[in-house]
């Protein structure tokens, strides 16, 4: 089975600086995805950036990156320029790439127990 | 694209009675997930539909749940007899998928059960 940890349970940033919040992952499989999602006070999750493990690029997106380092299993979310709006709990995910006979199990995401940001003004 | 919706948002009840939450994907998505999250964990998987069909449960999933999703559409998911230990955040996700592509789960705002 695979899991996800989140080593850093809370992490704040001034406001226009940079932060980075850690992720490691175990797993046998060879193709998979990452992802990094957002989970502002009392608002519903939304996803904030994706890797697919078969690309060596990392992802950007915005003021979003990450360092995908798949021999360590590390997927790390570096946030540039941070905002206030950026302040919210932030959940690393793993899923299965693997097609299977039901197409079940393959689709669901495993979570790591999150990182609460806080964004100081 | 109004988003995935989940009601009630809150629901508070007494040990031993059936609750039931509804969610509607985003419409066209033809695969929906329910996650639980309770408080310092992340969302953890309890089932999966792909249209009507329920493909996967989750061990977390025990006798006292149940999860419907007729005709493909919206999602029910039941869970008879509730104990303080269901008190959670139940959280619902859709997507489109098809064979070999990728496609993002969309959430929603989650149900926040508490149980008395």
């Known amino acids: 089975a695979q899991t996800v940890t989140q080593s850093q349970p809370e992490m704040s940033v001034q406001e226009a600086e940079t932060v980075t919040l850690s992720c490691t992952y175990d797993t046998s499989e060879s193709d998979y995805y990452l992802f990094w999602y957002k989970q502002p006070p009392s608002r519903q999750m939304i996803l904030v950036i994706r890797?697919?493990?078969?690309?060596?690029q990392n992802a950007t997106e915005n003021r979003f990156s990450v360092n995908f380092q798949k021999a360590a299993k590390s997927f790390s979310l570096k946030i540039s320029d941070s905002q206030l709006g950026d302040a919210a709990m932030y959940f690393c995910a793993y899923r299965s790439a693997r097609i299977g006979n039901s197409g079940g199990s393959n689709y669901k995401l495993t979570f790591g127990k999150g990182t609460l940001l806080t964004v100081n003004p | 694209d109004t988003g995935v919706s989940q009601n009630p948002r809150h629901k508070i009840t007494k040990r031993g009675q059936n609750v039931t939450f509804r969610c509607d994907p985003i419409?066209?998505?033809?695969?929906l997930y329910w996650y639980r999250q309770t408080l310092g964990q992340g969302p953890e998987f309890l089932t999966y539909f792909q249209n009507e069909a329920q493909l996967e449960k989750s061990r977390l999933l025990s006798d006292r749940f149940s999860a419907e999703r007729p005709k493909g559409s919206f999602s029910t998911l039941e869970i008879q007899r509730t104990e303080q230990g269901d008190s959670a955040m139940y959280l619902c996700?859709?997507?489109?998928?098809?064979?070999?592509?990728?496609?993002?789960?969309?959430f929603g705002p989650g149900t926040r059960l508490t149980v008395l």
């Open positions: 890797q697919e493990a078969y690309k060596q």
């Open positions: 996700a859709s997507s489109f998928g098809r064979q070999g592509w990728f496609y993002t789960q969309y």
């Open positions: 419409s066209e998505h033809n695969r």
